[in-house]
């Protein structure tokens, strides 16, 4: 007892504990079960055949497929729907899915033709990350109910990153010997389990306080119904449109993927060639973002209190493009270690610190749409840039070389630099423009809601 006690300060509420316990299981279940299927697809399904990136790469397409296409549409729903019913119910479907394809890989992998087995795996994929795009915006809007001060806001969203990074760590390396040891259903069979405690961690919250305007919500569905899908799409898209501060966010947050977006491409290229490494040192690269990325989302919480969300997030920008340019110029693997663990930390302290933003200026009815928008431009913003910096590197810029005050640039650096710079003078934008969110206005009467309150106009900080 004397133990929990001393942690319930450090992850908020003690409701807020029972949150991210069940997210911690479910995001180490995701990862050993994306982890489990992409090795087992390339290992056993695809041994020695020349399709087998191909069929790889399904798997991460079924993925950005969910997100596209599903995420936007989901947002309505969300806003419409229970937001507790939401996340117990995706739970449940989830879990069926995965103990479903659990069942069906006891099969022999040879009883069935190569090309069931990849349909039975995508659709899976495909099904458990559009019960994601449910799961997400629900979740978000129960966390902004819960947590309504900024600090702790950003202390919420520092754990769920640093969770999310540590699961990455964690289960990638229980993925293999599951698969290898124990075989295809026992790894599959894990995350299975892994989303009924889940379950019980969110049913066992006490959410009361997310439902004390159940009333009011249930008046706001009724409307929503009555103006039909679509008008209720639309809707929240004009509202995110017409909200400066939203925009000017997604714009930021767009912008801020272009260093990401070329690392995730580019970097184990830019190890070998420019920093002279074997391919075998390439995954300490990761271990350094992983590790720099939950020590930024730790901090991100005192941060935020110390200077407040606006100014750590154009700081971070700055400072993470400043970085990019220094790691773009290394030519020693041990520096090229240690910057990218400096440069992810501001990296993860401004997406952190963007989620009491974003809460701040989207009110309670539109929270699930706006999530619902953000995330997909985002990720379609990161695929953008990794397919660019791809395509620059192999073609556009291919045998480039030049040099600059006795500097000498070749294609990656190249990109690596100018991404740097790019989100540098993202960083300026953000000083210059970013207003300093006011409080979300509070939502019309479902009567008057067919066309979307004008949101109060942020004002810029210093000011009334």
Do not use: C
Not at 44 to 60: I, K, Y
Not at 108 to 116: R, S, Y
């Amino acid at each position: 007892m004397t133990t929990l006690a001393r942690l319930r300060p450090t992850l908020i509420s003690p409701t807020y504990t029972r949150l991210w316990f069940g997210q911690a299981v479910s995001s180490v279940g995701d990862a050993v079960f994306s982890t489990t299927l992409v090795l087992w697809v390339a290992t056993v399904l695809a041994e020695g055949r020349s399709w087998g990136p191909q069929a790889v790469s399904g798997v991460v397409l079924a993925t950005s497929a969910a997100v596209m296409f599903v995420g936007p549409l989901a947002g309505v729903f969300v806003d419409r729907w229970d937001k507790r019913a939401t996340m117990l119910g995706t739970e449940v479907l989830r879990g069926v899915l995965v103990a479903v394809l659990t069942a069906v890989s006891f099969v022999p992998a040879e009883d069935l033709p190569a090309g069931v087995w990849l349909a039975l795996v995508y659709a899976t994929v495909l099904a458990l990350n559009a019960a994601s795009q449910f799961f997400t915006p629900a979740r978000f809007a129960v966390i902004a109910d819960l947590v309504t001060d900024e600090a702790d806001r950003a202390r919420a969203a520092g754990l769920a990153q640093a969770t999310g990074q540590t699961a990455w760590i964690i289960g990638p390396p229980l993925a293999a010997p599951l698969l290898f040891t124990v075989g295809l259903q026992w790894a599959l069979l894990f995350n299975a389990l892994s989303y009924l405690v889940s379950y019980l961690a969110i049913r066992g919250a006490d959410l009361t306080p997310v439902g004390s305007a159940a009333a009011t919500a249930k008046q706001r569905a009724q409307a929503a119904e009555r103006r039909g899908l679509f008008q209720d799409f639309t809707a929240g898209l004009r509202f995110f449109a017409r909200n400066r501060f939203l925009v000017a966010l997604l714009l930021l947050t767009v912008i801020g993927q272009l260093g990401t977006g070329a690392l995730s491409t580019l970097n184990v290229f830019f190890a070998t060639r420019n920093l002279h490494a074997s391919a075998e040192l390439y995954g300490y690269l990761g271990m350094a973002m992983g590790i720099g990325g939950i020590a930024g989302a730790l901090a991100a919480g005192r941060v935020v209190q110390w200077i407040g969300a606006r100014r750590t997030t154009w700081i971070g920008l700055m400072a993470s493009g400043v970085l990019l340019v220094l790691y773009s110029r290394q030519t020693a693997f041990p520096g090229a270690v240690a910057l990218l663990f400096v440069f992810i930390v501001p990296i993860t302290m401004l997406n952190t610190a963007m989620a009491p933003l974003l809460l701040a200026a989207t009110p309670q009815e539109f929270r699930g749409r706006v999530v619902a928008v953000f995330y997909p431009v985002t990720r379609l913003a990161a695929m953008l840039t990794a397919v660019l910096s791809g395509w620059l590197v192999g073609s556009g810029l291919r045998g480039f070389s030049g040099s600059l005050a006795g500097l000498r640039f070749g294609p990656i650096d190249t990109v690596f630099a100018v991404a740097g710079l790019l989100v540098v003078l993202a960083g300026v934008y953000a000083r210059l423009a970013l207003p300093a969110p006011a409080p979300a206005p509070a939502a019309k009467p479902a009567a008057d809601t067919a066309e979307p309150a004008e949101p109060a106009e942020p004002t810029l900080e210093g000011r009334p």
